[in-house]
Each structure stands twice: as structure tokens, then as C-alpha cells.
């Protein structure tokens, strides 16, 4: 049975991200089903005041986007052949205020982050590893796909990245002028850059149409715009950066290896006019890495990110400072508000950020010497957390969402605080039922609390309960992976519990469980479904647990540690043998973080106390929790489970396999089986009733 609820999340346009001006310009990026119903295209919709104003349509999806306060909106796009398949590599474009977008740059491998300022685009690119510019770069590329070679050769770690490989190519950033009339400029030929036609986007007052590109055949030179120069990068792999507004400077985060550390990030200063050698900000140690932030608005300072590293003895810790250029030296901001707000700029003396607070969101504003900044809006009286935060125009503009208000533009006015919705391109999702709070108390005496959403009516309900993922993170915001909505039109109360190592509730909240993650974590999730089944509205007899990532290790340490109290637990994407875990997975911080707690909270040492049926779930492409422990769980729960398999040799237990997706479901077809499994695996162990087979699921 497909449910109405579930079609209608799915199908939903969503709000996918943010961009602004400093002078006021914002334009939203929607997401939505294609024209097949089968994955998601995202287009740009101009916010003009009270009206919303569509930037682009057609088949191809728009990636990265920036913009330029002339009106002028600058994006990267892939052309939809006549198979109906995206192109490789997305295209460059440039869409004036009025009229037809026109491609201005081309490349093998195409673009990734764009950034604008002062006539001056910087973009990261991979590049041939053997490369030195854009023509080298195109004529190796092309000599390796002629000889049909998939090899990558790595000399560090990791060797790919949550989904997808790394190598051979290097990423870098490259810098290009805009020409002063970029729309009649007349475009080179760049030599030896092979030809990828790709899709236009164009607009008039209303709506826009593709324009092909076109080209004499495959390999002729690509006619450019824009001619990009690579900067010179320091050793390591680009992890984030940023750009002042000047166009004379970035700050780039470079990963690395460093005494007998993986993977640390190394903070440094380069110089977009080529004419400096990167420069070394901030070495990072093995206690402490840095990352980049927003320069000011005049270029004199920088927010950065001072990262404790979580290991053995410590646990992890964020602290931004705001550095000064010219000396070296750095300040904490806010040091007594014990909170971990993402900050921007208000002006050269002012800063506001957003972050979690008590299982919502908080904006707050303040000064570079001030001991904390004061919330400024959000707090525990309301149900929103805030996203996306910048400021455009003199006011705040951030994407606002809730657990039951999906995400939306907003204004936040710097000096009241007020909250005014913006229109909104994308579409609110109706969701049945109240949502309210349960509160509980840990074996050491802190104040725990969850979101409980509950179907309409009396009940009793059955209830399942979600574990968050993370293990740093805060069930606080809408989510399109993990949505209560359906559960709950189909009749499931859920608990959504933020335990120790939650965010939004101080550091001592991460320090409680931060090295016993099968601990003070699981009692206080207990704690918080104790009080929950104890309500009338609940039926205590008929629960079920569930978890993703983090919250799937959560379900794994449940299933072997609380018998039959559950019916059946869900796990995805979960970490089964912490131990090989650690030297399979992308994230070079975890094996040595758990080398002592593998021994006490690994989940599948308790295989054999498991007595409930079990739904696995994993994608292929996931290399954040890798199959393996997807495929180590399943045999496991074959062969040395409580209840493995049946006289007949069945077992209760099921794997919902994705071979073509990573750590989360993003495809809207399997999205939609995702969903579907899960209730009717609920369906058939909480409530006893008998599931139909999706015929998608073959």
C-alpha cells in the first residue's frame, strides 16, 4: 500500500539552500521530482519583495550558484542529452537580469563551489594531477578516457569520500575576471578543452526555456568567456575555503597527515593574484585542527574554527575565533556563551550566528568583545531552528524549519528580533497530528528532554522511537530522510530523544557521553521512552526502535541490550564491529577515538542476546559506515542471533539492500520503497498485520 503521506513528503518542493548579497539580492534554490518522477532537479526562484520570481526551468538541475548585486546570477548546470541521462560535467553559465543565460566556461570534470566578488569568480575545480593549467588539464583528461583507465593511484588517505572516490584528479581553486560586458564579450577558443554541450537556462518575466550549446564535434575547442588560472595549493587534500570580499585573498583548509594523525586540517592564507606563496596560518596538532570562516567586510580579519579533536581522552569541542590578518594573533568569540552558533558578519564590529539551542534553534548577535551574544531570536518559546544564515541588505536571512514546519525563508530583523516569513518558493508539507515535549531525568541527574509527535485521537498509539545520528547532533529541525509525518498519519507516535552527545545543551551534554557511546547515550534514551510509554496516550506493549548512521549503532546496542521490549528494530546505515569499522570508513578520526571503547561498546559482542526481528538497511555507496558492517550484520543475525532462522531455515530478520546509494536514500524512487519498508515492517512486528510487498522491490 502506498500512503498518501508519504507521496506528498516526496514529492514536495523543498527549500535546498540560500544565496544573498551583502546589498540585498536572495534567491532561493528549489528542489523537485523530474519530469519522470524518478530523482530531484533543483532550479532558482529570485525572492523580490512579496513576489517570487522562476530563474531557470527545464530538465537539467542547477549545482552550484552565486550571485552579483547587478542583478546578474551566475550557476552551473549539466545538459540533459536525448537519453534523457545528465552530462558528466556541469557547465558555467551566466543569466543576465532580463534575457537568455549564456555558457561562459566549460571544462572536463566541470565546476564544484563558486564564489563572487568585485568582478573576480573563484571556483574549485579538480584538476589532472599532473596538470599545471586548464589546457594541460583537458588534454590529459581526455587521453585517459580515450584509454578507457578508472585507476586511481593514492599516496594518503582517505580514498574516497562519504560517496564517492577520491583521485586521480586534485582539487584546486581557480581564479577568472569577468569581463565588464560579460553578455557581448566575445568568446576564444580554449586549446586542447574538449567539448561537453550542456543545457541553458534563460528568463523573462515569468518563466525560462533549455538553449543548447552547440559545438562541430567532440573534440573542437571549447569557444570561453572566462579563462581560468589555478592558484597555487599547498600539500593536502582542499577541504573548505573562503574569499574576502576584496577578491584578493582565501582562506583554504587543506586535510593532511601530520606526525602519526590522518587526515587534519591545516589552515592557510592564499593570495588570488598569484603573486604570493600560500601562506601557513595555523598548523594544526594532534589535539587541534582549524577551518575556515567569512573574512570581515573590509578583509582585515577572518572568523576561523578551532577544532578539538575528539580522541581517547578528550572529546570533541568547536570554538570560533575571529583572527587578525595582519598580526596573527586570534580571540575567542563569545567565550561564556556555551553554545556552537555558525557566525557572519553584521559589520565590521558585530556578529550574528545561528546554532542549536535546547532541541530548537537560536539566532544570537553581539560584538567581537563580548563575553556572549544575546539571543536575538529563536529560544525555548518557539519550535524553529535557523539555518543558512546571512545577512543581506541590513537584515538576516535564514532558512527556518521545525519538526513539523518544513524549511522556509525568513527575515529576522537585527535590532527587534522579529521573524517575518518570506514567500516561499517551496512547499509547506501538511503534518497530521500534535507535537509536544517529554521530559526525563538521566541516572546522573540531568534534565533530559524529547519531541514526541502523536497521531490524532486518544489513542492508546503504538510508538516507535528515532535515534538521531552524529553522533553530534539534535533532533531540532525538519528532515525530509527521517520524517515522522508518515509514521505518524499511519498511526505511530514517535519519540524523538536527544541523549548525551546531543547538541544545543552545552559541552558538558557532548562530555557525558562522548567516550561511552553505548552508554550514558542508551540510559538516557531509555529514560526518555520510560517516560513516554508511562504516558496514557501510549501503548507500552507495541513499540518499536530505529535509528540511522550514529542512531543505527543506537539500534544495534538496543537490539542486543533490552531483549523483547521492543517488537522489532530498524537499523540503517549502522555501525555493527566498531573495530573494523575504524580502518574502513573515510573518517580518519574514528579508529584511534575507539580503540578503548571497542572492548565495552561494541554492538556486536551482544549478537547473541538479539531476540527481535531486525530490518537492515544499507547503500553500496556508502563510504561513512561501510557496507561491510551492513553485510557483517546480516550474517551475523543469521548465525549467531537469539532466534537466527526457523525450522525451515527463514529467518525474521530482512535486508533492504540500495546498491546505487551512500549513506542516506536520495533517489526519489527508493526514498519512497525506504518508507514503505519501514512501515510495513512495523506494521507486521508492532501491530501484528500483514505487509504487501511493494512490486517495485521485485
Not at 424 to 445: F, H, I, K, R
Not at 459 to 477: D, I, K, R, Y
Amino acid at each position: 500500500m502506498t500512503h498518501r503521506s508519504i507521496t506528498a513528503l516526496l514529492d514536495a518542493r523543498r527549500l535546498a539552500g540560500l544565496e544573498t548579497t551583502p546589498g540585498g539580492r536572495i534567491v532561493a534554490k528549489v528542489s523537485a521530482p523530474d519530469a519522470k518522477g524518478a530523482s530531484y532537479r533543483s532550479s532558482l526562484v529570485e525572492i523580490l519583495g512579496d513576489s517570487l520570481l522562476p530563474l531557470t526551468r527545464g530538465s537539467a538541475s542547477v549545482g552550484s550558484v552565486v550571485l552579483a548585486e547587478d542583478g546578474t546570477t551566475l550557476f552551473t548546470a549539466r545538459r540533459v542529452g536525448e537519453d534523457g541521462e545528465e552530462a558528466d560535467d556541469a557547465q558555467l553559465w551566466a543569466l543576465p537580469p532580463r534575457g537568455e543565460a549564456r555558457e561562459i566556461a566549460s571544462r572536463p570534470g566541470g565546476f564544484g563551489g563558486l564564489h563572487l566578488t568585485d568582478g573576480v569568480l573563484v571556483a574549485e575545480i579538480d584538476v589532472h594531477s599532473q596538470a599545471s593549467d586548464e589546457a594541460e588539464h583537458a588534454r590529459l583528461s581526455r587521453e585517459r578516457s580515450k584509454a578507457e583507465v578508472s585507476a586511481a593511484l593514492h599516496d594518503g588517505f582517505p580514498t574516497r569520500h562519504w560517496d564517492h572516490d577520491l583521485g586521480p584528479a586534485r582539487s584546486v581553486l581557480a581564479v577568472a575576471a569577468l569581463p565588464e560586458d560579460l553578455f557581448t564579450a566575445e568568446a576564444t577558443a580554449a586549446p586542447d578543452q574538449s567539448v561537453s554541450p550542456d543545457q541553458s537556462a534563460s528568463t523573462d518575466q515569468s518563466l525560462s526555456a533549455d538553449q543548447p550549446a552547440s559545438a562541430d564535434d567532440d573534440d573542437a575547442p571549447r569557444r570561453q568567456v572566462l579563462h581560468f588560472r589555478h592558484l597555487e595549493m599547498p600539500p593536502g587534500r582542499l577541504s573548505a575555503w573562503s574569499v574576502d570580499r576584496q577578491g584578493r585573498r582565501a582562506l583554504v583548509a587543506m586535510t593532511d597527515s601530520l606526525d602519526d594523525r590522518l587526515g587534519v586540517g591545516r589552515l592557510y592564507l592564499l593570495d588570488l593574484t598569484g603573486t604570493q606563496a600560500p601562506q601557513l596560518l595555523r598548523d594544526a596538532t594532534n589535539e587541534v585542527e582549524f577551518w575556515p570562516g567569512e573574512f570581515s567586510p573590509d578583509g582585515t580579519h577572518a572568523l576561523i574554527s578551532r577544532e578539538r579533536t575528539w580522541t581517547q581522552t578528550a572529546s570533541a569541542r568547536s570554538r570560533t575565533e575571529v583572527l587578525d590578518l595582519a598580526t596573527g594573533e586570534s580571540q575567542e568569540i563569545w567565550p561564556e556563551l556555551d553554545r556552537d552558533p555558525h557566525l557572519t558578519w553584521v559589520d565590521a564590529d558585530t556578529l550574528v550566528g545561528a546554532g542549536d539551542d535546547e532541541g530548537r534553534g537560536s539566532v544570537w548577535i553581539g560584538g567581537l568583545g563580548d563575553a556572549a551574544g544575546r539571543r536575538l531570536a529563536g529560544g525555548p518559546d518557539q519550535e524553529l531552528s535557523f539555518a543558512q544564515l546571512t545577512v543581506a541588505g541590513g537584515t538576516a536571512v535564514a532558512s527556518a524549519s521545525g519538526i513539523a514546519v518544513a524549511p522556509h525563508p525568513v527575515r529576522i530583523d537585527l535590532a527587534s528580533g522579529e521573524v517575518a516569513d518570506l514567500p516561499n518558493p517551496a512547499d509547506a508539507v501538511e503534518q497530521p497530528g500534535p507535537l509536544t515535549e517529554v521530559s526525563a531525568t538521566a541516572q546522573d541527574g540531568t534534565a533530559l528532554r524529547a519531541w514526541l509527535r502523536l497521531p490524532a485521537g486518544e489513542g492508546p498509539h503504538p510508538l516507535v522511537v528515532f535515534a538521531h545520528g552524529g553522533p553530534w547532533g539534535s533532533w531540532n529541525a525538519w528532515t525530509y530522510r527521517w520524517n515522522p509525518g508518515p509514521f505518524v498519519d499511519a498511526g505511530y507516535a514517535v519519540l524523538l530523544p536527544d541523549p548525551a552527545i546531543s547538541t544545543g545543551y552545552g559541552q558538558e551534554m557532548i562530555d557525558r557521553g562522548q567516550h561511552e557511546l553505548g552508554g550514558a547515550p542508551f540510559t538516557d534514551i531509555m529514560a526518555l521512552a520510560d517516560a513516554t510509554v508511562a504516558r496514557a496516550d501510549i501503548d507500552a506493549e507495541h513499540t518499536a526502535f530505529a535509528g540511522g548512521s550514529y542512531g543505527g549503532y543506537m539500534a544495534n546496542w538496543v537490539a542486543g541490550h533490552t531483549g523483547d521490549r521492543f517488537r522489532c528494530v530498524v537499523t540503517h546505515a549502522s555501525l555493527w564491529d566498531t573495530a573494523s569499522m575504524g580502518r574502513t570508513t573515510d573518517n580518519a578520526g574514528w579508529e584511534r577515538s575507539m580503540r578503548e571503547q571497542n572492548s565495552r561498546f561494541n554492538p556486536k559482542d551482544e549478537v547473541a542476546e538479539i531476540q527481535v526481528p531486525m530490518l537492515v538497511i544499507h547503500g553500496d555507496k556508502d563510504y561513512r559506515v561501510p557496507i561491510a558492517q551492513g553485510h557483517a550484520l546480516w550474517y551475523d543475525l543469521h548465525e549467531f542471533s537469539a532466534t537466527p532462522r526457523d525450522e525451515q531455515g527463514r529467518t525474521r530478520h530482512r535486508f533492504l539492500y540500495f546498491p546505487d546509494e551512500g549513506h542516506w536514500i536520495t533517489g526519489r524512487g527508493n526514498a519512497q520503497v525506504w518508507y514503505e519498508t519501514f512501515l510495513g515492517f512495523l506494521d507486521e512486528h508492532v501491530r501484528g498485520t500483514a505487509w504487501d510487498r511493494p512490486a517495485t522491490l521485485g
